[in-house]
């Protein structure tokens, strides 16, 4: 009896010290479409803006930013693609960005897992250009599909009151 009540003691106070400790701010999200027969999936963690000024503050402008926390955004794409015009080859990729008022560039960086401070220079598969909206506010970053179509749809980051839509295009 005395050892099934040691290791109770034990188990709970294990419990109890990890569980408030290893919970992350920015809890994980993965949003995956299907266009024609290619896959698209993207994992990132999801910051929470907290009260905080986003675009130009928290997010400098013209400063290299993965829009996600803790890890690079990574995403997958199971045949090529062609984004806002431009072909990737099928594969992963971590996402960067270079923000501005007026236009954003989007890098897609062969190296698909990385830290989010750390751009993996030198290792850009495909640099597009996006412009910036606006939508109403959203707490939590988010990359959604707004638009789906037969070969084509919109990828699109959201976070405060900023968008930036990314045009994918697949040949079935």
């Not at 949003?31 to 986003?54: F, K």
């Not at 751009?119 to 996006?130: E, F, I, K, M, N």
């Not at 109403?136 to 405060?160: K, R």
Request: charged letters at 20%.
């Amino acid at each position: 009896m005395r050892f099934a009540n040691c290791v109770s003691a034990m188990l709970m106070a294990f419990a109890g010290g990890v569980s408030a400790q290893t919970i992350p701010k920015s809890q994980l999200g993965v949003v995956s479409q299907l266009i024609a027969d290619t896959r698209v999936e993207v994992t990132y963690r999801r910051p929470v803006a907290r009260g905080r000024d986003l675009f130009g503050a928290l997010v400098p402008w013209g400063r290299i930013w993965t829009p996600g926390a803790d890890s690079a955004v990574r995403v997958t794409f199971s045949t090529p693609v062609e984004i806002n015009g431009e072909r990737l080859p099928a594969g992963a990729y971590s996402i960067w960005t270079l923000p501005d008022s007026l236009s954003w560039t989007v890098v897609f960086n062969r190296q698909a897992v990385a830290f989010h401070l750390r751009y993996p220079t030198g290792q850009d598969a495909l640099r597009v250009q996006a412009r910036p909206g606006r939508a109403e506010y959203v707490e939590t970053l988010q990359w959604e599909f707004p638009m789906v179509d037969a070969d084509s749809a919109v990828l699109q980051l959201h976070w405060g009151t900023v968008t930036v839509p990314l045009r994918l295009r697949v040949k079935p």
